[in-house]
């Protein structure tokens, strides 16, 4: 349902502090703002019982079920988008402006 690339999967565990990325759980929201567009929001977070879980590169992810269906099959990637610029990307083909990437991260059309 998610995936977590290895870019991504380390970098969350150098941004949580832990080194082990059992202890970690990310959570991921996503909704639509009034122009349609896919605003995404991460963050660490504790389980709760109704949270779809799923672990991918050892990052535990959790997502409240309001926003599975809008994030079902994305992937996290950390990519240089410019010269010394990461970021955290979400690569969702539920985003009517989703495009891959390829493995250097540079866009391409979905």
Same mark, same amino acid.
């Given at each position: ?38 605003? /995404?929001?991460?963050? #660490?977070?504790? *389980?709760? +019982? $109704?949270? =779809? &879980?799923? %672990?991918?590169? !050892? ?26 610029? /990461?970021?955290?990307? #979400?690569?969702? *083909?539920? +985003? $009517?402006? =989703? &495009?891959? %990437?390829?493995? !250097? ?6």
């Amino acid at each position: 349902m998610i995936t977590v690339t290895p870019q991504a999967a380390k970098q969350i565990l150098k941004s949580s502090g832990e080194e082990d990325g059992t202890k970690v759980f990310l959570r991921l929201a996503a909704q639509r703002d009034p122009d349609g567009k896919l605003e /995404y929001g991460m963050g #660490f977070d504790e *389980p709760k +019982d $109704d949270d =779809h &879980r799923v %672990t991918s590169e !050892g990052i535990n992810v959790l997502i409240s079920p309001q926003y599975v269906a809008l994030l079902g099959g994305s992937t996290i990637d950390f990519v240089e988008i410019n010269p010394g610029d /990461y970021r955290f990307i #979400f690569q969702n *083909p539920n +985003d $009517d402006n =989703h &495009r891959r %990437t390829d493995a !250097g991260g540079a866009a391409q059309e979905s």
